[in-house]
């Protein structure tokens, strides 16, 4: 059995806009992950600092035999420098 066809369909899709769409979702894309990037090295740079200065402020007070504590009002918390202990002849825990 012979058979003819007898039409055809096509269908033809302009997709120019959501090339470009996708190119700037990935342009955007790239930027928020290196401003995430420089966030956390600003971030891991400033604890590295503050780091250092607990250290630093930690060694003024054991050569000074200085202490420092805070007291939280609303929750009584007392946090009390490592020195404090030592001038009370305590272990800091």
């Not at 060694?59 to 918390?77: K, M, S, Y």
Request: charged fraction near 30%.
């Amino acid at each position: 059995m012979e058979s003819n066809v007898v039409g055809g369909v096509a269908i033809t899709v302009d997709i120019t806009q959501r090339k470009k769409a996708e190119a700037k979702l990935k342009e955007t894309f790239d930027n928020l992950e290196n401003l995430v990037k420089k966030r956390t090295n600003e971030v891991e740079e400033a604890y590295i600092s503050l780091k250092k200065n607990k250290e630093d402020l930690s060694e003024a007070q054991r050569i000074a035999h200085l202490g420092n504590w805070n007291w939280d009002i609303v929750t009584n918390g007392l946090l009390l420098s490592d020195e404090v202990y030592c001038i009370f002849g305590r272990t800091p825990q």
